[in-house]
């Protein structure tokens, strides 16, 4: 029960009747917004919230997976996508694999320096090589992904 029900909860045994009508909680407008959060979908893309933008790559598990990353397909700045949508894809030297946005949304920036250097998702698949920046349209769809702990567990499952 939260702090300010339980107030007005207790207050209310507490009152007369004819006072308790009159007992109400205060208007409280409250915003959601997630702190720096990560995420993980079981199609092995991260995405970084701050806010209502989530920055979106694929887990340092896919990129090792994948081997050497020699191109990679990044979205228009702009486009929409919806949860689970292909917006891009990347290629290594052992294989081609498309990419999957793990929340809807509308893409605001994309990593021009993988146009040039997409071994960096090698080397920092979580940092530096991320792929694109979405504004996230629905931010309850983060509930449906996992955390890092989760992904982990994900992860070593997979591989058994």
């Known amino acids: 029960m939260s702090a300010l029900r339980f ?11 004819t006072a308790v009508r009159s007992v109400q909680a205060p208007a409280v407008r409250m915003t959601y917004a997630r702190a720096m959060s990560m995420y993980y979908a079981e199609s092995h893309e991260y995405i970084k919230v701050d806010g209502d933008v989530g920055t979106m790559g694929i887990t340092a598990h896919a990129a090792d997976a994948l081997g050497d990353i020699v191109f990679v397909d990044l979205p228009d700045v702009g486009s929409e996508f919806d949860q689970g949508e292909s917006f891009g894809s990347v290629e290594s030297v052992k294989a081609a694999s498309d990419v999957y ?3 809807a949304g509308e893409i605001v ?3 021009e320096e993988l146009d040039d250097n997409p071994g960096v998702v090698n080397e920092s698949a979580d940092g530096e090589g991320w792929f694109a920046k979405i504004k996230i349209s629905d931010a309850s769809q983060l509930d449906g992904l996992m955390g890092e702990e989760a992904y982990a ?3 070593a499952n997979e591989e058994h």
């Open 101 to 103: 946005a793990p929340v």
């Open 153 to 155: 567990e994900f992860c």
């Open 7 to 17: 107030a007005v909860t207790t207050a209310a045994r507490t009152m007369p009747a």
């Open 109 to 111: 920036e994309v990593n």
